[in-house]
């Protein structure tokens, strides 16, 4: 009789980050690989600029989820 071992299953290296815009000091979560540029929803900042893999942030990471 074979013996079956157990699959681990790997976790994902991307997360969702609350970023504190840098003019304006509201906070917003978003995702750290993002494909498309992420605004401020108060005053319009880009907040974030996609790089094709992990996303480059311009804001101050508060928190880090997960």
Known sequence: MVKKRK???PMPK???VKVR???CGH???IFDHATF???CLACGT???QPT???AKILGEIVK???
């Open 14 to 16: 991307s997360k969702f």
């Open 46 to 48: 880009v907040l974030v």
């Open 52 to 54: 094709g893999g992990k």
């Open 37 to 39: 540029p992420v605004r």
């Open 7 to 9: 699959q681990l299953i």
């Open 64 to 66: 880090i989820f997960g």
């Open 21 to 23: 815009c840098p003019s």
């Open 27 to 29: 906070e917003q979560v």
